[in-house]
């Protein structure tokens, strides 16, 4: 799919951290059949040299939940001339109720959904062009609404939500925005293990008011808008991109 009807990103450089993920792949297609210069962070460096990369993307393989690490490719980046976006799309999947969640998988939830998210703005609000920038994350409606067995990844959305209404707050004078997309359940590779049998898809999908499950495209066409310049009087927003998920209720009570 090619994106004709917008304005070309040619001259414009986005980074996105955890991009060769399934959403972030996605991503990265629609920015560069725009014409942007792309920057794709990853932990796994097979997958950054994947076919799927778009052409000529630059690639920095770090672990986004070491901030010396992080700080380090944001440097290295800068060097390569201005930043005018970046996506935060590191993220995990974890259901289960707080008596059975470990410490480590506390830990491990928080530092993948949030401290990765803190320092990946951190690092950003060096670099990002001076003329202004945006910056997007992914958060997820159980950061906002009550889900069962949803108490770590919940704690961890909920923070990030906080900490984009903050940072929006903080750095709109210089004209850096920052906004988050907040999906319900997308099929992707994280997700696969959720919907490994018929029975939990469908339970999944009946939770969704419009009863499909998210594609990655779905979610990378709102991250696409979050990060275009010609959308720049938007920031400290939390979209939801969720099949009505966070705000419907499609059955009365009996």
Partial sequence: MTNDRFESLEGKRFVLVGGTGAIGSALATRLAARGASLVLLARSENRLGDKTCPAGAESVCLD?????????A???ISSGGDVHGVAHLVGSILLRPAHLTSSEDWHRTLMTNLYSAFYTLRAAIKVITRAGGSIAFVSSAAGSVGLP?????????AGLEGLVRSSAASYAASGIRVNAVSPGLVKTPLSEQLLSNPAAERNSTSMHPLKRLGEPEDVARVLEFLLDPANSWLTGQIIGVDGGLSSLRTRTAA
């Fill in 64 to 72: 986004a939940t070491k901030p010396d690490q992080v700080d380090a």
């Fill in 74 to 76: 944001f440097e290295h």
């Fill in 149 to 157: 067995n949803h108490e770590a990844i919940s704690a961890a959305k």
